[in-house]
C-alpha cells in the first residue's frame, strides 16, 4: 500500500508540500522520491510488497515517461514475458514496472488489460498528465484544482491536499483523466443479467473467487487474514488454507465485555488449522481512538466510523506485534449478494439497481474503510471479493436467484461452498454487522458518549449549520465535527450516509445497523 502525489504544475513553496507529503508516511514506510520535470511533479511514498530491492523503487522511468502506481497487477509475470519478447527489459521483479511499456505499446487502452487494484499517475512529456482508477476503486485516489497554479492535483489521500486545492474530490473509479477530462474506460454494474442456470452459477461464483484469492497471495512480503468468523472472511481463509502449506496466520477482535465474533472466528480457525491470534478491546480503547479513526478515514459516515474501530484496532495490533505486511479481507460480498436490509427489496429489478448503486459507490464506504485502517498501519489491503471477473460475473447472475427466497440471505455463496471449505454452522450463521459482531457494547458505548456531549437544544442547533449530509443523530453530530476539524468544508467527498435504502417497506430507519431491522434475528447471536 504505497502512496502517490501528482501535480500538473509545480508548486512554488515544494517544501510545504514535501511536508503534506509526509501526512501518508503510514502507506509508504520504505523510502520517498520525486520527480521533478519542466512542469509537472510526481512523487511516491513505498510499501515494499513486490520486488523487495531497491530496484523496485519508484518513479519508473521509460523513454519519455515517468510514473508512480499504488497498485497490484495480477498475472503481470505473463504481460512481463510477453513485453520481454517485443524487447524491453526491467530492472526489478516489481508488478509496477511493467507499466510504462504497456503504455507504450498499448496506450490508454492499457487500462482494459489490467486484472489489478491501482491507483496511477503518469507523466508523458508530450501529452501531459494521466492519471487513472481501477474499475471499483479499492487502491484510493483523490483530486482538486490548486489554489495557486488553477492546475489539477492528484494523491493517495485527500489529508494531503486539502489545504493546497480548492476542493477534494474523490477519483472516479474505472476513469483515466486526460487533458482535463476523464474518460470511462470500465463499467462492471452496467450489465444485462444473462447467467440463470443454478449449477453453472454455482460452480462458477466457487472457481471464481478461489481464482481471485489464490491472486493475492502472490507476495514478496509476508501475508495475513482478518477472520470475523463470518461467511465472507472465512471463505477466503479456508480457500487460502488449502492452498497453503503452513498454517495461515489469521486474527480476529472483539469487545473484553460481549465480542461475538471472537468464538465463531475460533471456531473457524479451529476447523482450519490456523495460527489464531485474538486481540481483546475495551470501551476505553475505542473512545480514544475516535478521532484519530475520523481523521484517517476522512468520512463522516456512521457505518464506515463505526465498523473502523475494531478494524483499526486489530489492524495497529499486527503492525506492532508482527512481521505481516499484507492482509486478505472480506469486504465487498454484501454489496454483491445482499444484506440484512436488502431482504426487503420489492424486486429483483429493485435488487439489481441497489447493487449496483452500492459497488459503484462502495469506494466511499467498505473500501474506503479497509483501505485507511489497514494503510495507516503501514500494511496492504487485499479484497478476493473484489476480483474483477468475480465481481463482473455475480453482477451478470439473474438478481431474481440472489434475492432471499431460500430464508437465508446470500444463499448462492453459501451454496457454491458447500462441503468441507467450513463448519456447516458456520457457512449458514446469520450475517452481523462488524461493528455489532465485535460487541454490541461498543456501538452502544459510542451511542452513550454522543448523547453526553450535546443537549437536545445543541443538538439541533449544531445540526442546523450543515446544509449537506445533516446531523440526525447526536452520534452523527460527533462524527461530523470531528470531520470538520480535519476536512472542513469537504463533506460532499462522501456521497451521503450509508443507510438502507429508505423507499422499501421495512427499511425506513435512523441507524445504520441491521440491529434495528425487523429481520436481525439471530444475526446478534
Same mark, same amino acid.
Given at each position: 500500500?504505497?502512496? %502517490?502525489?501528482?501535480? #500538473? &504544475?509545480?508548486?512554488?513553496?515544494?517544501?510545504? +508540500?514535501?511536508?503534506?507529503?509526509?501526512?501518508?508516511?503510514?502507506?509508504?514506510?520504505?523510502?520517498? @522520491?520525486?520527480?521533478?520535470?519542466?512542469?509537472?511533479?510526481?512523487?511516491?511514498?513505498?510499501?515494499?510488497?513486490?520486488?523487495?530491492?531497491?530496484?523496485?523503487?519508484?518513479?519508473?522511468?521509460?523513454?519519455?515517461?515517468?510514473?508512480?502506481?499504488?497498485? &497490484? %497487477?495480477? !498475472?503481470?509475470?505473463?504481460?512481463?514475458?510477453?513485453?520481454?519478447?517485443?524487447?524491453?527489459?526491467?530492472?526489478?521483479?516489481?508488478?509496477? #514496472?511493467?507499466?510504462?511499456?504497456?503504455?507504450?505499446?498499448?496506450? +490508454?487502452?492499457?487500462?482494459?488489460?489490467?486484472?489489478?487494484?491501482?491507483?496511477?499517475?503518469?507523466?508523458?512529456?508530450? &501529452?501531459?498528465?494521466?492519471?487513472?482508477?481501477?474499475?471499483?476503486?479499492?487502491?484510493?485516489?483523490?483530486?482538486?484544482?490548486?489554489?495557486?497554479?488553477?492546475?489539477?492535483?492528484?494523491?493517495?489521500?485527500?489529508?494531503?491536499?486539502?489545504?493546497?486545492?480548492?476542493?477534494?474530490?474523490?477519483?472516479?473509479?474505472?476513469?483515466?483523466?486526460?487533458?482535463?477530462?476523464?474518460?470511462?474506460?470500465?463499467?462492471?454494474?452496467?450489465?444485462?443479467?444473462?447467467?440463470?442456470?443454478?449449477?453453472?452459477?454455482?460452480?462458477?461464483?466457487?472457481?471464481?473467487?478461489?481464482?481471485?484469492?489464490?491472486?493475492?497471495?502472490?507476495?514478496?512480503?509476508?501475508?495475513?487474514?482478518?477472520?470475523?468468523?463470518?461467511?465472507?472472511?472465512?471463505?477466503?481463509?479456508?480457500?487460502?488454507?488449502?492452498?497453503?502449506?503452513?498454517?495461515?496466520?489469521?486474527?480476529?477482535?472483539?469487545?473484553?465485555?460481549?465480542?461475538?465474533?471472537?468464538?465463531?472466528?475460533?471456531?473457524?480457525?479451529?476447523?482450519?488449522?490456523?495460527?489464531?491470534?485474538?486481540?481483546?478491546?475495551?470501551?476505553?480503547?475505542?473512545?480514544?481512538?475516535?478521532?484519530?479513526?475520523?481523521?484517517?478515514?476522512?468520512?463522516?459516515?456512521?457505518?464506515?466510523?463505526?465498523?473502523?474501530?475494531?478494524?483499526?484496532?486489530?489492524?495497529?495490533?499486527?503492525?506492532?506485534?508482527?512481521?505481516? @505486511?499484507?492482509?486478505?479481507?472480506? #469486504?465487498?460480498?454484501?454489496?454483491?449478494?445482499?444484506?440484512?436490509?436488502?431482504?426487503? !427489496?420489492?424486486?429483483?429489478?429493485?435488487?439489481?439497481?441497489?447493487?449496483?448503486?452500492?459497488?459503484?459507490?462502495?469506494?466511499?464506504?467498505?473500501?474506503?474503510?479497509?483501505?485507511?485502517?489497514?494503510?495507516?498501519?503501514?500494511?496492504?489491503? @487485499?479484497?478476493?471479493?473484489?476480483?474483477?471477473?468475480?465481481?463482473?460475473?455475480?453482477?451478470?447472475?439473474?438478481? !431474481?436467484?440472489?434475492?432471499?427466497?431460500?430464508?437465508?440471505?446470500?444463499?448462492?455463496?453459501?451454496?457454491?461452498?458447500?462441503?468441507?471449505?467450513?463448519?456447516?454452522?458456520?457457512?449458514?450463521?446469520?450475517?452481523?454487522?462488524?461493528?455489532?459482531?465485535?460487541?454490541?457494547?461498543?456501538?452502544?458505548? +459510542?451511542?452513550?458518549?454522543?448523547?453526553?456531549?450535546?443537549?437536545?437544544?445543541?443538538?439541533? &442547533?449544531?445540526?442546523?449549520?450543515?446544509?449537506?449530509?445533516?446531523?440526525?443523530?447526536?452520534?452523527?453530530?460527533?462524527?461530523?465535527?470531528?470531520?470538520?476539524?480535519?476536512?472542513?468544508?469537504? !463533506?460532499?467527498?462522501?456521497?451521503?450516509?450509508?443507510?438502507?435504502?429508505?423507499?422499501?417497506?421495512?427499511?425506513?430507519?435512523?441507524?445504520?445497523?441491521? @440491529?434495528? +431491522?425487523?429481520?436481525?434475528?439471530?444475526?446478534?447471536?
Amino acid at each position: 500500500m504505497c502512496s %502517490i502525489l501528482g501535480l #500538473e &504544475e509545480k508548486e512554488s513553496d515544494l517544501r510545504k +508540500l514535501a511536508t503534506l507529503f509526509a501526512r501518508s508516511d503510514s502507506r509508504g514506510p520504505d523510502g520517498t @522520491r520525486f520527480y521533478e520535470g519542466d512542469h509537472a511533479l510526481l512523487g511516491f511514498k513505498r510499501l515494499a510488497i513486490m520486488g523487495l530491492t531497491i530496484e523496485g523503487m519508484q518513479p519508473f522511468y521509460h523513454e519519455d515517461n515517468v510514473i508512480v502506481c499504488n497498485g &497490484e %497487477i495480477y !498475472a503481470f509475470r505473463k504481460l512481463k514475458k510477453e513485453l520481454i519478447s517485443k524487447g524491453y527489459t526491467f530492472k526489478s521483479d516489481s508488478d509496477c #514496472e511493467i507499466l510504462l511499456p504497456l503504455y507504450k505499446e498499448y496506450g +490508454l487502452d492499457m487500462f482494459d488489460l489490467l486484472d489489478a487494484e491501482f491507483a496511477m499517475i503518469i507523466y508523458d512529456k508530450k &501529452e501531459g498528465i494521466i492519471a487513472a482508477r481501477d474499475p471499483i476503486g479499492i487502491r484510493p485516489l483523490y483530486y482538486g484544482i490548486s489554489k495557486e497554479t488553477g492546475k489539477y492535483v492528484f494523491a493517495s489521500e485527500p489529508k494531503i491536499i486539502v489545504e493546497i486545492v480548492k476542493h477534494v474530490y474523490p477519483f472516479p473509479p474505472g476513469h483515466y483523466f486526460k487533458d482535463g477530462h476523464f474518460i470511462r474506460y470500465a463499467d462492471l454494474t452496467d450489465v444485462k443479467p444473462i447467467h440463470k442456470d443454478m449449477d453453472d452459477i454455482l460452480f462458477n461464483i466457487h472457481d471464481k473467487l478461489e481464482k481471485g484469492v489464490l491472486k493475492r497471495l502472490d507476495s514478496d512480503a509476508k501475508v495475513g487474514f482478518l477472520l470475523s468468523g463470518g461467511l465472507d472472511s472465512s471463505l477466503v481463509c479456508s480457500i487460502a488454507q488449502k492452498h497453503s502449506k503452513e498454517p495461515i496466520e489469521t486474527f480476529a477482535i472483539g469487545m473484553k465485555k460481549d465480542a461475538i465474533d471472537l468464538k465463531y472466528a475460533k471456531e473457524v480457525a479451529e476447523y482450519l488449522h490456523t495460527n489464531h491470534h485474538e486481540i481483546i478491546i475495551t470501551k476505553e480503547d475505542v473512545l480514544s481512538s475516535l478521532e484519530e479513526v475520523i481523521s484517517i478515514l476522512g468520512t463522516y459516515d456512521i457505518t464506515t466510523i463505526r465498523a473502523s474501530m475494531g478494524m483499526y484496532l486489530i489492524c495497529k495490533a499486527i503492525h506492532k506485534d508482527t512481521d505481516i @505486511r499484507v492482509l486478505l479481507t472480506g #469486504e465487498i460480498s454484501d454489496e454483491l449478494f445482499g444484506y440484512k436490509y436488502t431482504d426487503f !427489496a420489492p424486486s429483483a429489478e429493485e435488487f439489481q439497481k441497489e447493487a449496483k448503486k452500492r459497488i459503484d459507490e462502495i469506494h466511499m464506504y467498505d473500501v474506503l474503510r479497509a483501505d485507511r485502517c489497514i494503510s495507516s498501519n503501514s500494511l496492504e489491503a @487485499r479484497v478476493p471479493f473484489g476480483d474483477l471477473d468475480f465481481v463482473k460475473y455475480v453482477m451478470e447472475i439473474d438478481p !431474481a436467484l440472489k434475492m432471499n427466497t431460500y430464508g437465508k440471505g446470500k444463499f448462492l455463496l453459501r451454496k457454491a461452498f458447500e462441503g468441507d471449505y467450513l463448519p456447516q454452522d458456520i457457512l449458514y450463521r446469520e450475517k452481523a454487522a462488524f461493528s455489532d459482531a465485535v460487541g454490541h457494547s461498543m456501538v452502544d458505548d +459510542l451511542k452513550e458518549y454522543a448523547e453526553s456531549l450535546y443537549t437536545d437544544l445543541e443538538f439541533e &442547533e449544531l445540526s442546523k449549520k450543515y446544509t449537506f449530509a445533516r446531523p440526525f443523530t447526536k452520534e452523527s453530530l460527533l462524527y461530523r465535527e470531528i470531520f470538520e476539524k480535519y476536512y472542513k468544508g469537504q !463533506a460532499d467527498m462522501v456521497k451521503d450516509f450509508w443507510m438502507p435504502n429508505k423507499e422499501w417497506k421495512g427499511c425506513d430507519v435512523k441507524d445504520p445497523s441491521a @440491529r434495528v +431491522l425487523s429481520n436481525y434475528g439471530l444475526s446478534g447471536k
